[in-house]
């Protein structure tokens, strides 16, 4: 099971320059070693992406982000972080403005002077879960994902040397592959599955319940009515109307949102802040992934306020089960990307690490899966004009972009656990990893395993 | 004009699109046709005098007029600009910075070449480096990067001049460089370009191939058939009309954005359609045209493929057959499937195909193909049911080409003469950074295409391996590197009425 948090903290304005220079100094030291990233690599066995931006903002002093996608339950996860930054990250973290609710002693307690306090517990604080995650290799574990990884590299390795008679089986070749790498990849453990039965039972109970809860919330309404107009009726009756009503208020929620979406101004020309936009293009398509973080404001509107988390939630609901093999509609570039409400619910944040462009990565969205990008970002203030929440939006390319560009910040610090590969080529290497570990295949088996070689 | 063209093939039923009698006489030639009836050509790639207004561009187009969209003409003649040949012609800043980014910024930019992959450590790059760009001054240079973003020539505008012989080519190129001459513009580079149809009236690139088999096919707006109707949308290659043309509807159902002009008594002779109030649209009917030398080693090519066919398995697979799973297709055009090729229909290769029901696994065409790169139309859907989406999609990234050989015939393809020889790659798009651009990064060099590892075109990109699917087992030989990029640019490629309002560009004071 992964996790995503993201730790948010109010900065002080005057020393964002500082903690721009150290998160620097931090990914310069990374990089400066003679396997680059190879001691954070070890030092966050757990960790998949992460990244650290300091999100600038017209109304809100500026607020320093750590995006983290991890395996397992975040409290281990955070004691690695704080033994692999240490004193540098108490450092950054004593630029941030004191929180002035329940945490402000345990951020007093960390960022005094001499404090030498454990920073763990208060990062977790700080932290938010997403209303809305996805992860594409679902299920994969960093450390599963790098020995697949590898024991593909040795099964090609083999192959390119020849080593294998033209006209071999399948069925042999699995036979003869198996055997040369069983002992330095383990094969004879099986690998658990990738969605345990109970997490997937409760995906879909999740689901369910929630559907069900909002149909109970809209049929009330009705059927107290018709009970206490008609009490001497039968319930079916009452459900009756109880469904009529709810049917009535639909539709008038529907005019109501149309209503708002005929007026929502848009802001079709985000102004443009060149150095800004250089310094984002100078640090992408470096590797084959990349990655984008973005903060909007959210309309104002009790009806905004209610709709958003209410969308939000169906659609983090519905992608458990309906995206657990990576695809979004018919696209698989996401390896972990994730939807918060931040400051008090006045903002969403969005954050994603992808692979291939910025750009067909966006093309993708506007081209394949528009829809469910539109209904999250309905709500942010200058989006595209949408039509009742999913239509239009995002499907207006250009202006997307240029909205979707405007939000983001640079990535001061991003970190990948396997920089390499696509998530397809981690579904591929998974499925040939899974095929070694089997200890025989069928002939048709053995030729469809042997089409990913 | 498009009729009996080279690339855009006309259909038996309403012939080759074309534009209607309103914007036909407004756009250049070249948006409509690659002048295939007019076989010789060459590429004069201009460096202007510094602030040289307009000028000089009144008096070529008096010595040698820009062929309009209006039908087959005895010369055909096409001009573009860069950024620096614009500015140095006065166009001013606010119009400059209409135009889109990656026109702005110029292919050399420093985060532009990691993303085409024109890095020299790739060995995809000429020795010495790119020979020609617009040379943009970068803004915002990258002190880290030590990667050279300027080249020894700059180029400010490509003229293109095509006739049906030598003779005729000569004459009106000698006519168009006088009056270059005496205007103060010089030449810095001129590239000859030939279409040179074998036996069979095919035109085949340099390492033998029959080429420019597939292009999209625009409707909507302007486009229409030989009788003046809409022209029908083609189910696999069809584009709307905004794609290939600035100011109407594109793709994402806007019209393409282009640059704009305030509307003033100098710009009176440009229309307002699609640009916002108080300006006049100097990119309507216009387009960008991207524009790559790309220089081929014949012998090297041919080389690789012997290595490379020695080292696979089986005794049927010789180097030409390893060429061809490399093209994706047979040195005829035939396109690659499981056991074969698809025959021709009338003599020619068909492009009527799609990939996923007939060769998802890539046997016959391999899914790292330079074809199936080019344009994967449905072959990267993961299953039938996002057939339609995914060619949908793909159809969102194609553009015309108009590109030509240049450099002699090779006598003996195994054999390197030494000639300087390639493809004076072209192509016209409205939105480079999703068309062209996409489709190099992408689809061309991207080392994750599909689901491939660390490969790319085994045709355009660096040496390395390239696989073969095959049953039961993939095979996957290593090729080099054999074509290498030898300059390059984005040009704004104006209709006639914004070749007017640029004419009448008065010299920039200093």
Same mark, same amino acid.
């Given at each position: 099971?992964?996790?995503?948090?993201?730790?948010?903290?109010?900065?002080?304005?005057?020393?964002?320059?500082?903690?721009?220079?150290?998160?620097?100094?931090?990914?310069?030291?990374?990089?400066?070693?003679?396997?680059?990233?190879?001691?954070?690599?070890?030092?966050?066995?757990?960790?998949?992406?992460?990244?650290?931006?300091?999100?600038?903002?017209?109304?809100?002093?500026?607020?320093?982000?750590?995006?983290?996608?991890?395996?397992?339950?975040?409290?281990?996860?955070?004691?690695?972080?704080?033994?692999?930054?240490?004193?540098?990250?108490?450092?950054?973290?004593?630029?941030?403005?004191?929180?002035?609710?329940?945490?402000?002693?345990?951020?007093?307690?960390?960022?005094?002077?001499?404090?030498?306090?454990? %920073? $763990?517990? &208060? /990062?977790?604080? @700080?932290?938010?879960?997403?209303?809305?995650?996805? !992860? #594409?290799?679902?299920?994969? +574990?960093?450390?599963?994902?790098?020995?697949?990884?590898?024991?593909?590299?040795?099964?090609?390795?083999?192959?390119?040397?020849?080593?294998?008679?033209?006209?071999?089986?399948?069925?042999?070749?699995?036979?003869?592959?198996?055997?040369?790498?069983?002992?330095?990849?383990?094969?004879?453990?099986?690998?658990?599955?990738?969605?345990?039965?109970?997490?997937?039972?409760?995906?879909?109970?999740?689901?369910?319940?929630?559907?069900?809860?909002?149909?109970?919330?809209?049929?009330?309404?009705?059927?107290?009515?018709?009970?206490?107009?008609?009490?001497?009726?039968?319930?079916?009756?009452?459900?009756?109307?109880?469904?009529?009503? %709810? $049917?009535? &208020? /639909?539709?008038? @929620?529907?005019?109501?949102?149309?209503?708002?979406? !005929? #007026?929502?101004?848009?802001? +079709?020309?985000?102004?443009?802040?060149?150095?800004?936009?250089?310094?984002?293009?100078?640090?992408?398509?470096?590797?084959?992934?990349?990655?984008?973080?973005?903060?909007?404001?959210?309309?104002?509107?009790?009806?905004?306020?209610?709709?958003?988390?209410?969308?939000?939630?169906?659609?983090?609901?519905?992608?458990?089960?309906?995206?657990?093999?990576?695809?979004?509609?018919?696209?698989?570039?996401?390896?972990?990307?994730?939807?918060?409400?931040?400051?008090?619910?006045?903002?969403?944040?969005?954050?994603?690490?992808?692979?291939?462009?910025?750009?067909?990565?966006?093309?993708?969205?506007?081209?394949?899966?528009?829809?469910?990008?539109?209904?999250?970002?309905?709500?942010?203030?200058?989006?595209?004009?949408?039509?009742?929440?999913?239509?239009?939006?995002?499907?207006?390319?250009?202006?997307?972009?240029?909205?979707?560009?405007?939000?983001?910040?640079?990535?001061?610090?991003?970190?990948?656990?396997?920089?390499?590969?696509?998530?397809?080529?981690?579904?591929?290497?998974?499925?040939?990893?899974?095929?070694?570990?089997?200890?025989?295949?069928?002939?048709?088996?053995?030729?469809?395993?042997?089409?990913?070689? | 004009?498009?009729?009996?063209?080279?690339?855009?093939?006309?259909?038996?039923?309403?012939?080759?699109?074309?534009?209607?009698?309103?914007?036909?006489?407004?756009?250049?030639?070249?948006?409509?046709?690659?002048?295939?009836?007019?076989?010789?050509?060459?590429?004069?790639?201009?460096?202007?005098?510094?602030?040289?207004?307009?000028?000089?561009?009144?008096?070529?187009?008096?010595?040698?007029?820009?062929?309009?969209?209006?039908?087959?003409?005895?010369?055909?003649?096409?001009?573009?600009?860069?950024?620096?040949?614009?500015?140095?012609?006065?166009?001013?800043?606010?119009?400059?910075?209409?135009?889109?980014?990656?026109?702005?910024?110029?292919?050399?930019?420093?985060?532009?070449?990691?993303?085409?992959?024109?890095?020299?450590?790739?060995?995809?790059?000429?020795?010495?480096?790119?020979?020609?760009?617009?040379?943009?001054?970068?803004?915002?240079?990258?002190?880290?990067?030590?990667?050279?973003?300027?080249?020894?020539?700059?180029?400010?505008?490509?003229?293109?001049?095509?006739?049906?012989?030598?003779?005729?080519?000569?004459?009106?190129?000698?006519?168009?460089?006088?009056?270059?001459?005496?205007?103060?513009?010089?030449?810095?580079?001129?590239?000859?370009?030939?279409?040179?149809?074998?036996?069979?009236?095919?035109?085949?690139?340099?390492?033998?191939?029959?080429?420019?088999?597939?292009?999209?096919?625009?409707?909507?707006?302007?486009?229409?058939?030989?009788?003046?109707?809409?022209?029908?949308?083609?189910?696999?290659?069809?584009?709307?009309?905004?794609?290939?043309?600035?100011?109407?509807?594109?793709?994402?159902?806007?019209?393409?954005?282009?640059?704009?002009?305030?509307?003033?008594?100098?710009?009176?002779?440009?229309?307002?359609?699609?640009?916002?109030?108080?300006?006049?649209?100097?990119?309507?009917?216009?387009?960008?045209?991207?524009?790559?030398?790309?220089?081929?080693?014949?012998?090297?090519?041919?080389?690789?493929?012997?290595?490379?066919?020695?080292?696979?398995?089986?005794?049927?697979?010789?180097?030409?057959?390893?060429?061809?799973?490399?093209?994706?297709?047979?040195?005829?055009?035939?396109?690659?499937?499981?056991?074969?090729?698809?025959?021709?229909?009338?003599?020619?290769?068909?492009?009527?195909?799609?990939?996923?029901?007939?060769?998802?696994?890539?046997?016959?065409?391999?899914?790292?193909?330079?074809?199936?790169?080019?344009?994967?139309?449905?072959?990267?859907?993961?299953?039938?049911?996002?057939?339609?989406?995914?060619?949908?999609?793909?159809?969102?990234?194609?553009?015309?080409?108009?590109?030509?050989?240049?450099?002699?015939?090779?006598?003996?393809?195994?054999?390197?003469?030494?000639?300087?020889?390639?493809?004076?790659?072209?192509?016209?798009?409205?939105?480079?950074?999703?068309?062209?651009?996409?489709?190099?990064?992408?689809?061309?060099?991207?080392?994750?295409?599909?689901?491939?590892?660390?490969?790319?075109?085994?045709?355009?990109?660096?040496?390395?391996?390239?696989?073969?699917?095959?049953?039961?087992?993939?095979?996957?030989?290593?090729?080099?590197?054999?074509?290498?990029?030898?300059?390059?640019?984005?040009?704004?490629?104006?209709?006639?009425?914004?070749?007017?309002?640029?004419?009448?560009?008065?010299?920039?004071?200093?």
């Amino acid at each position: 099971m992964q996790s995503i948090r993201s730790v948010i903290l109010e900065l002080q304005p005057e020393s964002v320059a500082q903690v721009r220079v150290r998160i620097t100094a931090l990914e310069q030291q990374q990089k400066e070693l003679e396997t680059a990233y190879s001691a954070l690599a070890s030092a966050l066995p757990l960790l998949h992406f992460m990244s650290i931006t300091v999100f600038p903002d017209a109304q809100y002093d500026p607020v320093l982000v750590i995006e983290a996608n991890f395996d397992g339950a975040p409290g281990p996860f955070w004691q690695q972080f704080e033994r692999a930054f240490g004193e540098e990250l108490r450092a950054v973290l004593r630029c941030g403005k004191a929180p002035r609710d329940g945490r402000a002693a345990l951020f007093q307690a960390v960022t005094r002077a001499g404090s030498r306090a454990p %920073m $763990a517990q &208060l /990062l977790e604080a @700080l932290s938010v879960a997403p209303i809305v995650g996805h !992860q #594409g290799n679902r299920g994969l +574990d960093r450390a599963r994902i790098v020995a697949d990884g590898a024991a593909f590299t040795a099964v090609q390795a083999i192959l390119d040397r020849g080593d294998v008679p033209p006209g071999t089986a399948p069925a042999d070749l699995h036979r003869l592959l198996r055997a040369q790498l069983q002992a330095e990849f383990g094969l004879d453990r099986q690998a658990p599955p990738r969605i345990p039965p109970a997490e997937s039972l409760a995906d879909y109970a999740r689901l369910a319940i929630f559907v069900l809860l909002l149909v109970v919330v809209a049929l009330l309404p009705g059927t107290l009515l018709g009970m206490a107009l008609l009490p001497h009726r039968g319930f079916g009756l009452h459900l009756l109307i109880g469904v009529g009503v %709810m $049917a009535a &208020l /639909l539709a008038g @929620l529907l005019a109501w949102v149309r209503t708002l979406e !005929q #007026g929502d101004p848009a802001q +079709d020309a985000p102004p443009r802040d060149e150095a800004a936009l250089r310094a984002m293009a100078r640090r992408e398509d470096r590797i084959t992934q990349n990655h984008m973080g973005s903060i909007v404001h959210i309309k104002p509107g009790v009806l905004r306020a209610m709709l958003l988390p209410v969308a939000l939630t169906v659609l983090s609901l519905y992608l458990r089960v309906s995206a657990r093999d990576g695809y979004l509609s018919s696209m698989r570039t996401i390896h972990f990307a994730h939807w918060a409400l931040v400051s008090n619910r006045s903002r969403l944040m969005f954050f994603s690490n992808f692979d291939g462009s910025w750009e067909s990565y966006l093309d993708d969205f506007i081209e394949k899966a528009h829809t469910g990008l539109t209904l999250a970002w309905t709500s942010g203030i200058g989006f595209p004009p949408t039509r009742y929440l999913v239509q239009d939006g995002a499907s207006q390319g250009r202006k997307f972009k240029a909205w979707a560009r405007h939000s983001m910040a640079e990535s001061l610090f991003w970190y990948s656990g396997y920089k390499g590969y696509t998530v397809n080529q981690i579904e591929r290497q998974a499925r040939v990893a899974d095929g070694l570990r089997a200890a025989s295949l069928d002939p048709g088996k053995a030729a469809a395993w042997a089409m990913d070689l | 004009m498009g009729d009996g063209s080279m690339t855009d093939a006309p259909r038996p039923d309403v012939g080759a699109w074309r534009l209607d009698a309103e914007h036909a006489p407004l756009a250049q030639g070249l948006v409509v046709s690659a002048f295939a009836h007019l076989p010789e050509g060459c590429a004069l790639l201009l460096t202007l005098p510094e602030r040289s207004g307009g000028a000089w561009l009144a008096s070529l187009r008096a010595v040698r007029p820009i062929t309009p969209a209006l039908g087959k003409a005895d010369l055909g003649a096409a001009i573009a600009f860069t950024v620096s040949g614009l500015q140095a012609m006065g166009l001013d800043d606010a119009a400059l910075r209409s135009f889109s980014t990656p026109f702005q910024e110029g292919m050399h930019q420093i985060d532009r070449k990691r993303r085409l992959s024109d890095l020299p450590k790739l060995g995809t790059v000429v020795d010495g480096g790119p020979a020609w760009s617009a040379n943009v001054p970068d803004a915002n240079p990258d002190p880290t990067d030590p990667t050279p973003t300027t080249t020894p020539a700059t180029v400010h505008a490509i003229l293109l001049l095509y006739a049906a012989d030598s003779p005729a080519l000569a004459a009106t190129e000698k006519a168009a460089l006088a009056c270059l001459e005496g205007a103060g513009v010089r030449l810095a580079r001129r590239i000859e370009l030939s279409l040179r149809f074998d036996g069979e009236n095919r035109a085949r690139e340099h390492f033998g191939f029959a080429d420019g088999m597939s292009q999209p096919v625009p409707f909507g707006g302007p486009i229409v058939t030989r009788d003046g109707a809409p022209f029908p949308e083609d189910k696999l290659h069809g584009v709307p009309a905004g794609e290939v043309l600035i100011g109407h509807v594109n793709a994402h159902g806007e019209p393409a954005q282009g640059p704009i002009v305030l509307a003033d008594e100098r710009s009176a002779m440009l229309r307002a359609d699609a640009a916002p109030e108080g300006f006049r649209n100097l990119g309507l009917d216009g387009s960008y045209l991207v524009v790559r030398e790309l220089r081929q080693d014949v012998a090297s090519f041919w080389a690789s493929m012997d290595r490379a066919a020695e080292t696979l398995s089986g005794n049927h697979q010789g180097a030409e057959w390893l060429a061809s799973k490399v093209v994706g297709r047979t040195l005829d055009g035939d396109v690659l499937v499981p056991g074969g090729a698809l025959s021709p229909v009338d003599g020619q290769p068909r492009n009527d195909f799609t990939f996923l029901a007939t060769d998802r696994h890539g046997l016959g065409c391999p899914l790292g193909s330079h074809i199936r790169r080019a344009n994967p139309r449905d072959g990267l859907a993961p299953n039938d049911a996002a057939g339609p989406d995914l060619l949908a999609a793909a159809q969102n990234h194609r553009m015309l080409r108009r590109g030509r050989k240049y450099g002699p015939a090779i006598a003996d393809p195994r054999h390197d003469d030494g000639a300087e020889r390639g493809l004076l790659f072209m192509c016209i798009n409205t939105d480079i950074a999703r068309q062209f651009e996409f489709v190099q990064q992408t689809w061309m060099l991207n080392t994750s295409f599909a689901t491939l590892l660390d490969e790319t075109d085994p045709l355009m990109g660096p040496a390395g391996r390239f696989t073969i699917p095959t049953d039961p087992l993939r095979s996957r030989p290593s090729v080099a590197t054999f074509i290498h990029f030898a300059g390059g640019e984005y040009f704004f490629l104006p209709s006639l009425p914004a070749l007017d309002y640029l004419q009448a560009l008065p010299a920039p004071s200093s």
